[in-house]
């Protein structure tokens, strides 16, 4: 079993934040059962709902974001890392994940439920773009910016409009904010490098 970690900057100093310790299998080993299932690679999993699935395609990544912990985890075929993030106002309902927080238009945090992320839509313009469109459109995108479709079954109260994206400025409208500033830092390289990197599209599961 493979368990990855690293440390972070966080509001008390460096923080260590940890990856599931069930989000891998070594990579010589199968899990028990697995060969019943066509003979899937170990690399063929991820995680979802706390618990190890086989992914669609090979190398699709897989999100989580916690709310009330502020953390987002990554998670491929080959390592996972958590970061902090925010969502939702600060001095408000930032990283609240209680019901009525969930609900406030432009206030409250990204509901829970799971979402989709098109690779496709990824805009990561650089930082000239990024300057451009956070001081001439008033935007605290950060250096990237990729649209979150919620599932059907998913309840978002009437809310719609949500990204996961990067931002100078803690907090966002309902939206997953990872910070970075303009030009990003390693955790949004990281978050870009494999929303283009996915073989299909990438699932977000927000959780409480």
């Given at each position: 079993m493979i368990m990855a970690g690293f440390r972070i900057p966080g509001p008390t100093g460096m923080q260590p934040l940890s990856c599931p310790a069930d989000t891998f299998i070594d990579r010589n080993l199968f899990k028990p059962g697995v060969l019943s299932e066509g003979h899937v690679r170990p690399e063929h999993y991820g995680l979802e709902n706390g618990q190890l699935r086989v992914a669609r395609h090979a190398g699709t990544d897989s999100f989580t974001f916690q709310i009330s912990s502020g953390t987002l985890t990554v998670v491929s075929r080959h390592e996972c890392r958590t970061m902090r993030a925010t969502s939702g106002r600060p001095n408000s309902c930032m990283n609240k994940a209680d019901v009525?927080?969930?609900?406030?238009?432009?206030?409250?945090?990204?509901?829970?439920?799971?979402?989709?992320?098109?690779?496709?839509?990824?805009?990561?313009?650089?930082?000239?773009?990024?300057?451009?469109r956070t001081f001439r459109r008033f935007a605290d995108w950060g250096s990237f910016r990729v649209r979150l479709h919620p599932m059907r079954n998913t309840v978002t109260y009437g809310r719609d409009n949500f990204f996961l994206h990067g931002g100078i400025y803690q907090g966002s409208a309902g939206c997953i904010d990872i910070g970075g500033g303009l030009d990003g830092d390693s955790n949004t390289r990281y978050v870009i490098e494999h929303i283009r990197n996915s073989l299909g599209n990438i699932s977000v599961e927000v959780s409480p």
């Open positions: 009525l927080c969930q609900m406030l238009k432009s206030t409250g945090p990204l509901p829970v439920g799971v979402y989709f992320i098109y690779p496709h839509e990824l805009s990561a313009p650089g930082l000239i773009g990024s300057m451009y």
